[in-house]
């Protein structure tokens, strides 16, 4: 038995959505900025239909969808696209400390091209103050970016609020929904979203495609492109479309809207059933990120006294990230974690565990079963957590000098 509890990093391919796209590789293949001849046409049609289905999603009009390569691309073209364009304006953008590298990094280049970037820190649950944001907020601001939904500990942003408060200082708002598309309902005029970036892979689409979705009235958003050429994609994102790739992204958003009343409950019990299920067999482990406020799919949990990698080791067939294997080579604990003020050794012991659409609970029971058995078994060769069984906090005790 393997069981897949990565499903915030990647997803399955949905059957579904592979059948809508293989059409468009071998019978269907015209190029959608083909205007003389019926190959194209079709394929424009596909594109066409895709585009409504992704802004359906989202409460958007079909004209405001930007296909990109992914969500990496589409925070790029959002984020140094806007402070480009705007330039003149203003310098400053402001964002948060936990944001995917995809955003960070942006923000990070700005940084070294003249803008001021605002980082803001969060609680500990990894939630903004509404209130530092609004004092972040100053005559230059001309971009705030802020994640719907934390990928590693899950904590949703309010971003509705959080929309109201830059359309009242007339800032344009971007948020990275990666984790929430097609999960927790998202509107973009009733949540005064300017800009909002979404993956196809996170959603049990193809790798390597997603969409910006850039406002086009009230305000209308431009964005200066990172790509440039054939002026696709209303100038901002050329290149020949992925149609294949974006007809899977148009299924997939489909099947999330289609099932968005029940899915995301059944996603939700079965984290539930993971997490009452850990608590009932073990003892000092604890929830990372917010209680309720959080994705569906993920369950980020602190195993004291056992570290992270050599528990994901000890449930090999089951698929899960650790709080430290984000920045793979470097056994850093997350930087999330850290923000959030969760200690080095809690982070070392953090597990990231994520269901999708084709998680079941019978995987969930099997999970409980061998993190359970695992963690035990490490612990017994943990000399603190003996300690603590004793009685002794080992944060209290004077170790001797070496
Ligand atoms: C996965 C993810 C990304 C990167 O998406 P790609 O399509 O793989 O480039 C960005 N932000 C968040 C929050 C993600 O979860």
Redesign the pocket.
């Known amino acids: 038995m393997r069981v897949y509890l990565d499903n915030?990093?990647?997803t399955r391919v949905d059957p579904l959505v592979l059948e809508a796209m293989l059409p468009y590789f071998c019978e269907k293949y015209g190029n959608a900025a083909s205007r003389s001849h019926s190959f194209g046409w079709e394929a424009d049609e596909a594109v066409k239909k895709a585009r409504q289905q992704v802004a359906d999603l989202i409460g958007a009009a079909a004209e405001d969808i930007v296909f990109t390569?992914?969500?990496?691309?589409g925070?790029n073209i959002a984020i140094k696209g806007v402070a480009a364009m705007y330039a003149d304006k203003g310098r400053h953008v402001v964002t948060q400390s936990t944001e995917?590298k995809?955003?960070i990094d942006p923000c990070k280049y700005l940084e070294q091209h003249g803008f001021r970037v605002t980082f803001l820190p969060v609680d500990h649950w990894g939630r903004i103050d509404l209130q530092q944001l609004a004092d972040a907020i100053k005559e230059d601001t001309i971009l705030v970016s802020i994640?719907h939904?934390?990928?590693e500990i899950g904590t949703l942003q309010p971003i509705g609020e959080i929309g109201k408060l830059c359309k009242a200082r007339g800032v344009l708002f971007h948020t990275?929904c990666?984790?929430t598309f097609g999960k927790v309902p998202i509107n973009v005029q009733e949540m005064g979203i300017d800009l909002l970036?979404c993956?196809?892979?996170?959603i049990h689409g193809p790798?390597g495609v997603?969409a910006l979705y850039v406002r086009r009235k009230r305000p209308r958003v431009r964005c200066e492109p990172v790509l440039h050429g054939g002026g696709h994609e209303r100038g901002m994102r050329s290149g020949t479309l992925n149609v294949p790739g974006i007809v899977g992204l148009g299924q997939a958003a489909e099947l999330c809207r289609l099932h968005l009343d029940t899915e995301p409950a059944r996603l939700t019990a079965l984290r539930d059933q993971l997490w009452s299920g850990l608590q009932a067999r073990l003892d000092h482990i604890a929830l990372n990120g917010h209680p309720t406020e959080r994705t569906p799919s993920n369950l980020n949990v602190s195993f004291a006294y056992v570290e992270g990698e050599s528990l994901m080791m000890g449930i090999s067939d089951i698929a899960v990230s650790s709080g430290s294997a984000c920045t793979s080579a470097s056994l850093e604990p997350s930087y999330v974690l850290k923000a959030l003020g969760v200690g080095d050794d809690l982070a070392h012991s953090s597990i990231r565990f994520s269901v999708g659409r084709f998680n079941t609970e019978a995987e969930i029971e099997y999970t409980i079963d061998r993190v359970a058995a695992a963690v035990c078994k490490l612990r017994e060769m943990s000399p603190l957590y003996e300690m603590v069984q004793e009685g002794i906090d080992p944060s209290k005790v004077e170790w001797a000098e070496r």
């Open positions: 915030n990093a990647t390569s992914g969500a990496t691309e925070n995917h995809a955003v994640m939904g934390n990928n990275d990666c984790q970036t993956s196809a892979h996170k790798k997603g």
